[in-house]
């Protein structure tokens, strides 16, 4: 048993580190000047929570959830950013620069010429966006509990879901990455993303829009993921999230799946 199982052991170990050595590169390639970048992820979420969701909110007032709960209109959007600033950091090292390291740096090519396989890439680089996005959920989550948005234990529940969103999102535009030709594509994907933004129970509950239109909302990514941190952060968990956490684990397995098998025939013909 000894013998059929250690090496498998040893090749998962050797693959998690080759993996690591991907996201390792990208910290010692960091540059003063990224942390700006860096910092406008967080910014972004935060101008929207105080514009819309305190001060539009001191219009709308309180807002009534589903299951008959009355809430602070900033209490229901302040998830939404949440989500929203997972899926646009994770989406910002997985596509942009994940196509320009592939496409035009040429770097994963030299990098196939070490031991390390397309898929060890994939995850290496999906572990350096979590890394990002994992910065962007930690500094806002504190800023809800300072804010009384939520409460601190919930808040750490809060976390490892938003993790999970940005893995998805994460895995989701590594697979897309590889199928874009130009740059010009990425203005088809920032619209698409721009929407989900405004549509997916950010502002508005889905049970405001009409039939059909609620049904394409709650089956967008996006939704699933406000809808499973929002139910964490306000305490109205129940079996819908169980659904959610699935969806996005599939996403993500999606994602990565196709993200190492199309960088094996781009890279490796």
Known sequence: MVTLALPRLLAVRGAARRSASVAERNVAALKSAYWLVLLSGFVEPVLYLLSIGVGVGGLIGDLTLPDGRVIEYAVFVAPAMLASSAMAGALSETTF?????MKFVKLYDGILATPV???????GELAWAMARGNLYAAAFLVLMVAMDLTTPLRALAALPATVLVG?????????????????QDFDLMASVQFTLFLFSGTFVPAQAYPAVLRWLVEVTPLYRSVDLIRGITTGTVGWVQLLDVLYLLAVMAAGITVAGRRMGRLLCP
């Open 167 to 183: 893995f998805a999102f994460g895995g989701l535009g590594m697979g897309l990455s590889t199928f874009m030709r130009s740059w």
């Open 117 to 123: 396989k397309p898929m060890e890439i994939a995850l």
């Open 97 to 101: 620069n994940f196509f320009g390291k």
